[in-house]
């Protein structure tokens, strides 16, 4: 199994974790970042997945 990853909105700072999910914003716990639907935004500023980077927590 692959451990789950941090990945950071680099224009606002917001995470999402893959093992928390952010089922608030249609996102489920353990949702891989690659099944995450490109027309999603950031919920905190706007920005496209494609402003996301992983990060090391």
Request: hydrophobic share 40%; aromatic share 10%.
């Amino acid at each position: 199994m692959i451990a789950p990853k941090t990945w950071m909105c680099l224009i606002c700072g917001w995470i999402y974790d893959e093992a928390a999910g952010s089922p608030g914003h249609g996102l489920a716990p353990n949702t891989p970042w690659e099944q995450v639907s490109m027309n999603w935004t950031c919920p905190e500023c706007g920005a496209r997945k494609e402003d996301f980077e992983m990060i090391q927590i």
